[in-house]
């Protein structure tokens, strides 16, 4: 598995790290530690890892990439648990809105990276026909 960096939520990256997905320290009612990851989990973040600044995928583009197992609920879940390692800010629902509860710091990252908007205030909305990131420049895919 390839080694995650921590990206603390104002915007500083760290390796290593507790993976949670909005940097609390609470891992959506588990206690302490989040489970292993396994397979699905794996590819997700790396896929993730791989999406350039300034471009997103949405939880159905993830999951439509990927073409194995769970759906676009089951991305979400993997996010929820362990998207605090990767830039969890460019996996964002169809109409183009970020994670709930997440608006003002996707915000941040949005406008640093140069990330085509529909709307910078609340609801946020990434332009999804200009930002959205196919994934085919991955140079392996299994």
Avoid: C, N
């Avoid at 104002?10 to 790290?17: A, N, P, Q, V």
């Avoid at 140069?114 to 991955?138: E, F």
Wanted: charged share 25%; hydrophobic share 30%; net charge negative.
């Amino acid at each position: 598995m390839t080694p995650r960096r921590e990206v603390s939520p104002d915007g500083s990256e760290d390796s290593g790290g507790s993976g949670d997905f909005d940097g609390s320290g609470d891992f959506d009612g588990f206690d302490g530690e989040p489970p292993p990851v396994d397979d699905f989990a794996s590819q997700v973040l790396d896929l993730v890892d791989a999406i350039p600044p300034g471009r997103v995928m949405s939880y159905g583009d993830i999951a439509a990439y990927l073409a194995i197992g769970p759906g676009p609920r089951q991305v979400g879940k993997v996010m929820s648990t362990y998207g605090g390692a990767v830039p969890w800010w460019r996996v964002i629902h169809s109409d183009g809105t970020p994670a709930p509860g997440h608006d003002s710091r996707a915000l941040k990252h949005y406008l640093a990276e140069g990330t085509p908007l529909r709307s910078a205030r609340p609801p946020v909305r990434v332009d999804m026909r200009r930002a959205r990131w196919p994934g085919h420049d991955l140079e392996t895919r299994d």
